[in-house]
């Protein structure tokens, strides 16, 4: 089991394109969240999804938006990109019982 | 609310030399706490929970309700140890709420 995977690495992106990262959970894991890591900051959550349907969402604006599919992967889509957007992102899989494990992460840029 | 302090953001010892890295919480009902580690280029790692009351690469956590506090302690810094630490705190009925994360605390081992 490669754990939590994510693509991509990294990416680069001009203001107020739009921008799609892809989560695959630990096998067995149900639950995909999504974190913003900026530079120097710990990890902010963004939304959770479980059962293909957002269960918590955090301090977002609607630009971040998301999507989880049956085989529990998941997308996070960011629309009008703003400079402020550049982070690590995150995406952390669980089961009812586990503790979250992170995936690599993907890093954006936006110029 | 739930909310995590992490008050150093930079620690610097000497190897062999004890460790403590500092953790309070705040949360109205029973928390699960947890500690991640990111090494330089590395994805965020779980290195403690602390209700399996396990000890990795020689760190233990208490968790102490009466001082809301889950501090992460090693009796003696070893060089690689230096990295990132997050405290990360998750709620009642963890299965499906989000971690809340401190701000990290860098914790550097001079040789």
């Known amino acids: 089991d490669a754990g939590v995977t994510q693509s991509p690495t990294h990416l680069i992106k001009t203001r107020g394109q739009q921008v799609t990262l892809r989560c695959s959970p630990k096998?067995?894991?149900?639950?995909v969240s999504w974190y913003q890591q900026a530079l120097g900051q710990g990890p902010q959550f963004i939304f959770q999804y479980y059962e293909e349907e957002e269960r918590q969402r955090g301090n977002f604006p609607d630009r971040f938006s998301g999507h989880q599919f049956p085989n529990y992967s998941s997308e996070l889509n960011v629309n009008a990109l703003l400079l402020g957007d550049s982070a690590l992102y995150l995406c952390a899989s669980s089961h009812r019982t586990g503790g979250p494990l992170f995936g690599p992460g993907t890093r954006l840029t936006v110029l | 609310a739930q909310r995590v302090t992490q008050p150093e953001k930079l620690l610097s010892v000497f190897k062999g030399a004890p460790v403590e890295l500092k953790c309070n919480y705040s949360y109205s009902g029973s928390p699960e706490l947890f500690w991640y580690v990111q090494y330089s280029r590395q994805r965020l790692q779980l290195l403690l929970r602390h209700i399996s009351r396990e000890s990795i690469k020689g760190f233990t956590a208490d968790l102490n309700k009466g001082e809301t506090s889950f501090h992460l302690k090693k009796p003696f810094a070893q060089e690689e140890d230096s990295a990132m630490y997050y405290c990360?705190?998750?709620?009642?009925?963890?299965?499906?709420?989000?971690?809340?994360f401190g701000k990290g605390t860098r914790l550097s081992v001079i040789a």
């Open positions: 096998s067995g894991h149900d639950t």
């Open positions: 990360a705190l998750w709620g009642v009925g963890s299965g499906n709420t989000p971690l809340v």
